[in-house]
């Protein structure tokens, strides 16, 4: 399984930013896939996550602001940002993990994509 995530960069405060995901090599049957980020000095924490029938959850820090989605037939993971805060800035990686169940922990997620790097800033 691989994940290829894209879409970071720079943005001014209060601005926004859509990152994406792409899997291979698994369907997106019964497979749960989410947001995690990390900054400098801090834990990965998760942003938000998605079961393969839409349902969502969102880190309290987050709700409101950030909207994650999925196209199961295309096999991508998406996130739009908005309203984007300094707090946000971190590195944000796309996680997969099978079944059904959303979980709020990075230990609990089997497949992860590449970091990407976005930076909140004016």
């Known amino acids: 399984v691989q994940l290829q995530a894209s879409g970071g960069g720079l943005v001014q405060p209060g601005g926004s930013l859509r990152l994406s995901c792409a899997v291979s090599?698994?369907?997106?049957?019964?497979?749960?896939m989410a947001w995690f980020r990390q900054a400098p000095g801090k834990q990965r924490e998760l942003v938000a996550a998605v079961t393969s029938g839409g349902l969502t959850d969102y880190a309290a820090s987050v709700e409101g602001r950030f909207t994650i989605s999925r196209d199961n037939a295309k096999n991508t993971l998406s996130l739009l940002a908005n309203t984007l805060k300094p707090e946000d800035t971190a590195v944000y990686y796309c996680?997969?993990?099978?079944?059904?169940?959303?979980?709020?922990?990075?230990?609990?997620?089997?497949?992860w994509g590449q970091g990407t790097q976005v930076t909140v800033s004016s």
């Open positions: 996680a997969g993990r099978s079944g059904s169940r959303i979980a709020y922990y990075p230990r609990s997620y089997d497949d």
């Open positions: 090599g698994r369907s997106s049957s019964h497979y749960v």
